[in-house]
Structure formats: structure tokens, C-alpha cells
């Protein structure tokens, strides 16, 4: 079955730039997705891209996939405390809209 | 922003209890969802919802679990008889249309089972 598979941790320096890699086996995948989840909170989107696209920029935050090698990454450029959090990657392969999710890296962000 | 929101936040029960998790999906959204989040574990897909009928569900929903959608603002899901198992975060979700919408989640309610 699909599977996404993430590295559990990642810990940087507040300013510095935070790269959080994410797997999928899924050649059929159309769209995927990362989101943000704060302790006790739920889970936020943050951003998405569609499997057609190599790269999407908003504000901070940049996806870059490689869809040759099933390979996503989230890089948050100028990092704050305010962003530690477990980084969830998702992707989907069909209409209905189905999530599969990787285990989430956990960014600890250091002053 | 519209938002989807989930009763209770936090629910305790009893081994063999019924519990309902309640959701209020975004308005104008056609596609909803529940998905869980055990303990460490990752969020697992459960169930898709659209036009008053499941539409895709995983092994984990089993006959112990039901969706309803019993007005034209709730979703709600019903676990029959509840296990230590399913102690877990259950999350509701929704979507406006096919195709790789942005899906929206709620913040979730806690489930604990003793």
C-alpha cells in the first residue's frame, strides 16, 4: 500500500533555515501536502502543491518536489521559536480526497 | 476564516460505552471526513463522506464504527462499543470539492477509554 514515510526530528538555531524531508511511494499521487500541529492543538495546512509542480514559495515557506525520486521537502527560511512543531507530510491520489500521512517530524527550534 | 469544529475536546468513558464525537463541517464543503491519531503514532484515515453516503472507509472502521449526518450542519461519528484501543485523537475533516482541495481539519477530540 502507499506508505510516507519522514525523519522523527529536526533541531535548529531560531534565524537559521529548517529543511524537513518527506518520502512517498505513491506514483500516483496528485497532490501533497504538509501541516503544522502544536501541542494539544490540531492539525493546520500550511501549504500544498500539485504533482505537476516542481517547486511553491509562500511567504517563508518553500516545497520543492521531486517527483522522479517521490521526494517532498518543506524549508522554512529565517526560523522562529514560534515554529516548533510536528511538521506532517500528506499526499493523495484520488478524487475522494483520502490523506496518507508520514509520522510527522518534530522541529525543535533553539534560541 | 471558517474553521471545522469538533464536542467535546475531551471526552473519558468507560470500556463497552457508546461515545458520539460530534462535528461541524465548514458550510459550503461537499466532502468529510474522520480520521485518528493514537498516541505517537500517525494520523490514520478512517472515513470519507459525500452526497449522504460513505464513500471510502479503512480496515479500522469496523461495524463498531458509524458516520451520520443527521441535519445539513453535523457529522458525527459513532463508536458502539468502545475499546482501550481506541483511546486516540479522532479528528473530523472537510473539503469543498474533488480534486485536491485544500482539506481542512478541526482541533480534534480526545478520546480516552478506561
Known amino acids: 500500500g502507499e506508505d510516507v514515510e519522514q525523519s522523527l526530528f529536526l533541531s535548529v538555531r531560531e534565524g537559521d533555515s529548517s529543511v524537513i524531508n518527506c518520502t512517498y511511494t505513491d506514483s500516483s499521487s496528485t497532490y501533497l501536502y504538509w501541516y503544522k500541529q502544536e501541542p494539544g492543538a490540531g492539525l493546520q495546512l500550511l501549504t500544498y502543491?500539485?504533482?505537476?509542480?516542481d517547486m511553491k514559495q509562500d511567504q517563508r515557506l518553500t516545497v520543492l518536489l521531486n517527483k522522479k525520486d517521490k521526494h517532498l521537502s518543506l524549508r522554512i527560511a529565517d526560523t522562529q521559536t514560534g515554529d516548533s512543531a510536528i511538521y506532517f507530510c500528506?499526499?493523495?491520489?484520488?478524487?475522494?480526497?483520502?490523506?496518507?500521512f508520514g509520522q510527522g517530524t518534530e522541529l525543535s527550534v533553539k534560541p | 476564516e471558517p474553521e471545522v469544529t469538533q464536542t467535546p475536546s475531551h471526552q473519558v468513558t468507560q470500556m463497552g460505552q457508546e461515545v458520539i464525537l460530534r462535528c461541524v463541517p465548514i458550510?459550503?464543503?461537499?466532502?468529510f471526513y474522520w480520521y485518528r491519531q493514537i498516541l505517537g503514532q500517525k494520523v490514520e484515515f478512517l472515513v470519507s463522506f459525500y452526497n449522504n453516503e460513505i464513500s471510502e472507509k479503512s480496515e479500522i472502521f469496523d461495524d463498531q464504527f458509524s458516520v451520520e449526518r443527521p441535519d445539513g450542519s453535523n457529522f458525527t461519528l459513532k463508536i458502539r462499543s468502545t475499546k482501550l484501543e481506541d483511546s486516540a485523537m479522532y479528528f473530523c475533516?472537510?473539503?469543498?470539492?474533488?480534486?485536491?482541495?485544500?482539506?481542512?481539519f478541526g482541533e480534534g477530540s480526545w478520546l480516552t477509554v478506561v
Open positions: 458550510s459550503n464543503h461537499l466532502y
Open positions: 475533516a472537510s473539503m469543498p470539492a474533488s480534486s485536491g482541495n485544500t482539506i481542512y
Open positions: 500528506a499526499e493523495t491520489d484520488n478524487q475522494g480526497g483520502k490523506l496518507i
Open positions: 502543491i500539485f504533482s505537476n509542480m
